[in-house]
């Protein structure tokens, strides 16, 4: 029951310039979303999130954007720098903080 | 503020052998998750309490798979008797309440050959 989907494993951007990752759900239940950021040997760190009422949300260089009747939303990093290179997880929340993650998106910034 | 501990960091067990993580959450964190990450997947929440009580075990395999939360603080996933497919990190997150964010721990590699 894949209810959270990241359809791209892979992307790859230069230094400087904009990182867009998307994601996808099915449950219309789903009332919060999150990102999260994975370095090797490390546990998932939170990032940024939003909640289903809104459709932005920004802290610094990283802004979700929440598209309810798409059940879509995306991560912008802008700009991107070399130290972004990691795993990125999308979750979401219904029911009590049950959390659902998608299978991640490997960031790698070039220099 | 310390982070979420767990230990071990690694461990390499035969199928069919027993194997115990553990995990310590931030402090005053009443709730607590245990996570099953397989390679190329996400997370996947395999229990979650509230303080010592269960609040969410329906992903548990409860044939081989058991934790618990004695105190309300530390917690012990125990996986007797171990299958190959049980190879994952396991991740252990602690939130303040059920409805706060989730920090999460660095994880226990498990090999099972």
């Known amino acids: 029951d894949q209810q959270v989907k990241q359809n791209s494993p892979s992307l790859s951007v230069q230094e400087g310039r904009i990182s867009i990752l998307n994601c996808d759900y099915t449950n219309s239940m789903f009332d919060y979303f999150l990102w999260y950021k994975k370095y090797p040997a490390e546990g998932p760190t939170f990032l940024i999130s939003?909640?289903?009422?809104?459709d932005k949300n920004e802290d610094g260089r990283f802004t979700v954007f929440l598209n309810k009747s798409a059940k879509h939303l995306s991560l912008h990093i802008v700009p991107s720098q070399p130290g972004d290179s990691a795993v990125y997880f999308c979750?979401?929340?219904?029911?009590?903080?049950?959390?659902?993650f998608g299978a991640g998106t490997r960031l790698t910034v070039k220099p | 503020e310390a982070g979420v501990a767990q230990s071990p960091r690694y461990k390499i067990i035969e199928k069919r052998q027993s194997v115990a993580f553990w995990c310590n959450p931030i402090s005053g964190h009443a709730t607590l998750y245990w996570y099953q990450q397989i390679l190329g997947q996400g997370p996947k929440l395999l229990i979650q309490?509230?303080?010592?009580?269960?609040?969410?075990d329906s992903q548990l395999p409860k044939d081989r798979f058991s934790a618990e939360r004695l105190k309300g603080v530390d917690s012990t996933l125990k996986i007797q008797p171990a299958k190959l497919e049980d190879s994952a990190v396991y991740l252990c997150?602690?939130?303040?309440?059920?409805?706060?964010?989730?920090?999460f721990g660095p994880g226990t590699r498990l090999t099972v050959l």
């Open positions: 939003i909640s289903s009422i809104k």
């Open positions: 997150a602690s939130s303040r309440s059920r409805t706060d964010t989730q920090y």
């Open positions: 979750a979401a929340i219904y029911n009590n903080n049950d959390m659902r």
């Open positions: 309490f509230q303080n010592n009580g269960v609040v969410d």
